[in-house]
């Protein structure tokens, strides 16, 4: 059994920054195919960045440049690196893992992630 533990949210004002932890416990192959996603109050909810087994990732056009993602294999966690916040980034982030290998998604269509995490909460304030 997976799990998948959030954490590193808080408040910040607009233009600053953040970075989420995901912390996996259980059997996480280094190259599950990994996600952060975000749900803002009334809204659906929306990947942020989708990586591949390969490596490759597909990131949502309103956090380009902006965000980064990273992962340390030796510590079963993966990061998101938020920087130059905005109000429109206060979310709920969620981290997602499938246990299995895929190539070729995309953010806008992401695979089935049969992990997920608990949540983090980000508000940015101006």
């Known amino acids: 059994q997976v799990q998948l533990v959030e954490s590193g949210g808080g408040s910040v004002q607009a233009g600053g920054s953040l970075r989420l932890s995901c912390a996996a416990s259980?059997?996480?192959?280094?190259?599950?195919?990994m996600g952060w996603f975000r749900q803002a109050p009334g809204k659906e909810r929306e990947g942020v960045v989708i990586?591949?087994?390969?490596?490759?990732?597909s990131w949502a056009d309103s956090v380009k440049g902006r965000f980064t993602a990273s992962q340390d294999n030796a510590k079963n966690t993966l990061y998101l690196q938020m920087n130059s916040l905005k109000r429109e980034d206060t979310a709920m982030y969620y981290c997602?893992?499938?246990?299995?290998?895929?190539?070729?998604?995309?953010?806008?269509?992401?695979?089935?992630?049969?992990?997920w995490g608990q949540g983090t909460q980000v508000t940015v304030s101006s």
């Open positions: 990586i591949n087994s390969d490596g490759i990732t």
């Open positions: 997602a893992a499938l246990s299995r290998r895929c190539v070729g998604f995309a953010v806008h269509s992401p695979p089935d992630f049969n992990y």
């Open positions: 259980g059997y996480i192959y280094s190259r599950y195919c």
